[in-house]
């Protein structure tokens, strides 16, 4: 059941908290196993780094959920690189050797090429999963670039999300393995958006 209303808005900075307490919830298992602990200043640069590309998604005015979408590959000439980069000697001491085998397994396995839009991350508040929330963000997301296929990856456990993408017409081309497991690569074509 959906709640009453469900409101969609672009990141605002002062969200970063918030969406901060959302991801480490939702990707819990990932970052215990990817950091010895967790570096919040390398997270809240890297929410910022993508802001344009987020959008949020809010029940009475409470963030609830946000997905991150990232349109071609990313630039590095984008506001708020520095200050990612600036991060690193933290992030060094926090995480785990298998963090870089992951990052080198992504960047080889995923096609975020100009002609497509990722899925970088989309993420929903415990207490409101199964309400709707996380469809209507990836409708959203979707929406804003109609002409554009898009490509996310899943874990294969994460039935729900399965589902979801399912749904929202991605389907499986590839799977990737990294030191946690595997992931499942989903694609979406335009075409499947003038189709419905």
Request: aromatic share 12%; proline share 4%; charged share 25%.
């Amino acid at each position: 059941m959906m709640p009453e209303t469900i409101c969609v808005r672009p990141y605002r900075r002062a969200d970063v908290s918030i969406l901060l307490g959302i991801y480490r919830e939702g990707f819990e298992q990932e970052l215990t196993f990817f950091f010895r602990k967790f570096c919040k200043c390398f997270f809240q640069a890297l929410f910022r780094y993508l802001a344009g590309d987020t959008i949020v998604a809010e029940v009475n005015n409470r963030v609830v959920g946000f997905v991150v979408v990232i349109l071609g590959s990313i630039p590095t000439a984008r506001a708020g690189f520095l200050q990612l980069m600036s991060t690193l000697p933290a992030l060094l001491s926090a995480v785990r050797s298998s963090f870089f085998i992951y990052v080198l397994q992504k960047v080889r396995n995923m096609d975020w090429s100009r002609c497509q839009v990722g899925i970088g991350c989309i993420a929903v508040k415990r207490d409101f999963r199964g309400k709707g929330i996380g469809r209507v963000l990836m409708r959203e997301a979707l929406a804003r670039y109609p002409k554009r296929d898009a490509v996310l990856d899943v874990r294969p456990w994460n039935q729900s999300a399965v589902r979801l993408y399912s749904s929202a017409g991605f389907k499986r081309i590839s799977a990737w393995r990294d030191p946690l497991g595997e992931w499942i690569v989903m694609s979406r074509t335009s075409a499947f958006s003038h189709e419905k």
